[in-house]
């Protein structure tokens, strides 16, 4: 089928790079002249596991295409779906000025039927918008629908959960559209759920809010197991093999970050606000994923009484490991704040350097070269995402180069036992063993 794919972010990159490697001929439209023409040579903006070589097959085969022209777009898809950014506004809720914009200048083209599609993730009743936006602005009598199609990727295994997704959700009112949609989505081995436009777009706030509460009610028991000398770790384990809990998004540490869960959770307080129904439930999960880093950087100032020029070793800049990305990364927050209190940070990260060096904070930090580099010299090292390569990092090299042997685990990656054995003192979440 011929698709368009409006906006060549982290999603309509990914989606438009999967809908091509299944057979669908695609279009990804972009308003940035310089990300399309080095995606146009087979080059991404971001890193991301896998994404790279299937950008570059499809496109050599001719099944990807990149433009800026929105009217080629309108024109090239029967489908087109838009996965433009909704970034947050100063009150949490969510600013809709691009899916406005490009549903105007959808709009503007329209000839013929098209589907139009919501992708990125838009509070409930925003299809609705769309759909008027677009009949105001169109010409009269054009043949349109909107569908609501929420995207459930992860970042660091985009590509796999694109291809191999727990669940397909459609949400629309009309059958020609989801008999088109659900085509498009024959060649993916995975259940199609089909809902109206409205729930289909709760689905998306509902289930980032759920992820991101799970995270919240371990790292609250993790301060549980603190106090009362248990290990947050077998908690997890125990509660997790209860089928109906399950193990998932029960890893304690400092909290979520990253350009969705705490994006999504404040949207869907603001969406519940809006229809009138205060959400304290998910107030109270961003008070405690706010609390995590509050805490720990209260257990490093008590082990080191004084940050203000002390060495401190961070390993992890980026949200989470496996990808480059350090939008609202906790690691990140964590440096800010060593810095303002005057520590002298050293930092490493396996990928996300480039980006993190174009942060203000930049400046008042050194990079390393190596996990080993930035902690030669510190008198704490602070594990702020779990990248593999640190679980695996020699011991006696770092209890040598360290000038003092005190590790603060905010992903709880490396093993107590072990890491004592070695003469370091060890502070992990929630291990309170
Ligand atoms: C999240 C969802 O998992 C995706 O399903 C969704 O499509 C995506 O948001 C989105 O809305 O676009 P992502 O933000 O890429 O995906 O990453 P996650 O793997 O969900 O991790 C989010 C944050 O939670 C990270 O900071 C991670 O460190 C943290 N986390 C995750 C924990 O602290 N504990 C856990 O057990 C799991």
Redesign the pocket.
């Known amino acids: 089928m011929k698709l368009t794919i409006i906006g060549s972010g982290y999603?309509g990159l990914t989606t438009g790079a999967c809908f091509a490697e299944v057979g669908h001929q695609v279009l990804c439209v972009d308003n940035d002249e310089a990300k399309v023409k080095s995606l146009q040579a087979g080059e991404i903006p971001i890193f991301e596991p896998g994404l790279e070589s299937l950008v570059r097959k499809n496109v050599a085969a001719r099944r990807l295409q990149f433009t800026t022209s929105t009217e080629e777009g309108v024109d090239h898809g029967e489908v087109l779906f838009i996965a433009v950014p909704t970034p947050p506004q100063a009150d949490g809720s969510v600013d809709l000025s691009f899916i406005e914009k490009v549903a105007r200048e959808i709009a503007q083209y329209l000839s013929s039927y098209r589907v139009i599609v919501d992708k990125s993730?838009v509070p409930v009743k925003t299809g609705e918008r769309v759909a008027s936006t677009i009949r105001r602005h169109a010409k009269p009598g054009a043949e349109f629908d909107v569908v609501s199609n929420p995207?459930?990727?992860?970042?660091?295994c985009a590509v796999a959960d694109l291809m191999r997704p727990d669940r397909i959700v459609i949400g629309g009112n009309s059958d020609r559209a989801l008999a088109l949609m659900q085509k498009i989505y024959e060649p993916f081995v995975a259940p199609v759920l089909v809902t109206d436009i409205n729930s289909a777009e709760l689905i998306k706030h509902a289930?980032?809010s759920f992820?991101a509460l799970k995270?919240s009610y371990?790292n609250a028991l993790a301060e549980i197991c603190e106090v009362s000398g248990a290990d947050v770790l077998k908690v997890a384990e125990g509660i997790g093999a209860d089928k109906r809990i399950g193990r998932?998004?029960?890893?304690a540490?400092l909290?979520?970050?990253?350009?969705?869960?705490p994006k999504?959770v404040s949207a869907f307080i603001a969406i519940a606000e809006q229809l009138g129904l205060p959400f304290d439930l998910l107030k109270e999960v961003q008070k405690i994923n706010i609390r995590q880093v509050d805490r720990f950087l209260d257990a490093i100032r008590e082990a080191l009484w004084v940050l203000k020029d002390k060495k401190i070793a961070v390993w992890g800049l980026s949200?989470?490991p496996n990808t480059d990305d350090v939008r609202s990364s906790?690691a990140v927050n964590l440096v800010e704040r060593l810095v303002a209190e005057g520590a002298l940070v050293s930092a490493y990260d396996p990928q996300a350097m480039p980006k993190a060096a174009e942060l203000p904070m930049a400046s008042k930090i050194r990079f390393a070269s190596s996990a080993l580099d930035a902690a030669a010299d510190a008198e704490v090292l602070i594990i702020a995402t779990e990248w593999p390569e640190f679980a695996s990092a020699d011991l006696a090299s770092l209890r040598s180069t360290m000038r003092t042997p005190l590790i603060f685990d905010g992903r709880n990656l490396l093993d107590p036992v072990a890491v004592r054995d070695f003469g370091f003192q060890y502070r992990g979440i929630g291990r309170g063993i």
């Open positions: 999603v993730t995207e459930f990727l992860r970042e660091g289930a980032n992820l995270i371990i998932g998004f029960l890893n540490g909290g979520y970050g990253g350009s969705c869960f999504d949200f989470k906790v």
